[in-house]
T-cell receptor
């Protein structure tokens, strides 16, 4: 079946630290991959996406590369800010459906 | 830019009561979805619709019904609420087939006592 597994949280980092949130997937066919972000009290917003193998999605300093050989889509940012504190969801799209990971909570402290 | 709007945002129900959550989108999107979000479980799909007048079951449809009488609205109903339905409910929409972006509402927090 189709599923997404992402790194357990919560994650706490100091400002300007390097961030990696791991995401691996299982899917039939050729899925598209996404990272969504949920700020406190809000709905999810698209952060970045990649639609085929070796594509790199990027936005607001965040990056993720679609790795078909390792079935992974890890989220990275070189220098996090307090404003990046949120819950991050990895997701895949295939067969007309979206499948979400359980979310990883990130807190960035000054 | 309203986007996706959910009402109500908060509701407390007693076991056995019924209620309807309304989702409205102003982007002329074909596809609409209802998810529930529970701690440690991420988002789970309840029901979805690929166009006006159509609905389909998702991963966790039991205890819920939906209707899509108008393209811009997608209603989620609970006929007899149970404590297990205490959750945060999110509506989402997207343009159509293909890997387009999902647009989410702000969520509706439902507590069933």
């Amino acid at each position: 079946g189709n599923s997404v597994t992402q790194m357990e949280g919560p994650v706490t980092l100091s400002e300007e630290a390097f961030l990696t949130i791991n995401c691996t997937y299982t899917a039939t066919g050729y899925p598209s991959l996404f990272w969504y972000v949920q700020y406190p009290g809000e709905g999810l917003q698209l952060l970045l996406k990649a639609t085929k193998a070796d594509d790199k999605g990027s936005n607001k300093g965040f990056e993720a590369t679609y790795r078909k050989e390792t079935t992974s889509f890890h989220l990275e940012k070189g220098s996090v800010q307090v404003s990046d504190s949120a819950v991050y969801f990895c997701a895949l799209y295939t067969g007309n459906q979206f499948y979400f990971g359980t979310g990883t909570s990130l807190t960035v402290i000054p | 830019n309203a986007g996706v709007t959910q009402t109500p945002k908060f509701r407390v129900l007693k076991t056995g009561q019924s209620m309807t959550l309304l989702c409205a989108q102003d982007m002329n999107h074909e596809y609409m979805y209802w998810y529930r979000q529970d701690p440690g479980m991420g988002l789970r799909l309840i029901h979805y619709s690929v166009g006006e007048g159509t609905t389909a079951k998702g991963e966790v449809p039991d205890g819920y019904n939906v209707s899509r009488l108008k393209k811009q609205n997608f209603l989620l109903g609970l006929e007899s609420a149970a404590p297990s339905q205490t959750s945060v409910y999110f509506c989402a929409s997207r343009q159509g087939a293909g890997s387009g972006e999902l647009f989410f509402g702000e969520g509706s927090r439902l507590t069933v006592l």
